[in-house]
């Protein structure tokens, strides 16, 4: 990026963002966001706690608009709802920076990124303490995208895999985060190259997905349209 830009981390109980803006007012307005559809979560999920504990696609609710995209991009995977719940917080946060007129609008929540921007958005890929992390990373062009990465071994998120990193790309970071989920729950075993080729299968019976990366105990897998691979120094 070339411009001034503003960047800001914020915490809110387990959600941890890092956002980036072309405008304050972005800043301000993504974190509204969050603690509003955050706050909706909370009080559905008093109604309704299976939301928060079932593995399994639940019935999506008209309201609120969290709990719902949460529920779509969920069954799309064959997953809980949780699996979404960082993708689908940022993607709100940057729909509502957008509407508020940023023209760089980056929200990325526990790992999970959303991004909209007029030029080029740069990402590291973290997993943990494997040589590649944070050493490269993706440049993104193409917008509206979601990117999210479940990993079995660094990651505090459920996983019922052992890959060091299942990297989804999606036009959003709800179906990503979701999608993520469900490919890093397959990619095991022993055969790594067949563990990894799962992984890919899994990625594309889930609509919306366009690409994924897949790293398993040294062996690396991509498929579909994947944005540009960079260095991170």
Not at 123 to 139: N, T
Not at 155 to 163: K, N, V
Request: proline share 4%.
């Amino acid at each position: 990026m070339t411009r001034k830009l503003f960047k800001e981390a914020f915490q809110i109980k387990e959600t941890q963002c890092t956002i980036i803006s072309d405008t304050k007012q972005g800043i301000k307005t993504a974190i509204k966001s969050i603690k509003h559809h955050r706050a909706a979560l909370e009080k559905y999920a008093e109604q309704n706690p299976i939301f928060l504990y079932t593995l399994e696609p639940v019935a999506a609710p008209e309201k609120p608009l969290v709990a719902r995209l949460m529920a779509e991009a969920a069954e799309k995977a064959n997953v809980g709802p949780m699996a979404a719940v960082a993708g689908v917080l940022a993607d709100l946060a940057v729909n509502d920076m957008i509407a508020g007129g940023c023209k760089v609008a980056v929200v990325e929540n526990g790992g999970e990124i959303s991004a909209v921007s007029d030029e080029p958005v740069d990402v590291a890929l973290a997993a943990g303490d494997i040589p590649l992390s944070k050493r490269f990373g993706f440049r993104l062009t193409d917008f509206p995208m979601g990117v999210a990465t479940s990993s079995g071994r660094f990651s505090h998120a459920l996983s019922f895999g052992d890959a060091e990193a299942a990297t989804v790309f999606c036009k959003n970071a709800g179906l990503a985060d979701a999608a993520a989920t469900a490919v890093g729950n397959v990619v095991k075993g022993e055969d790594c190259e067949a563990a990894v080729q799962r992984g890919i299968d899994r990625a594309f019976s889930i609509q919306g997905v366009d690409g994924v990366l897949i790293i398993y105990r040294g062996f690396t897998g991509t498929a579909g349209k994947i944005p540009q691979i960079i260095k991170v120094t």
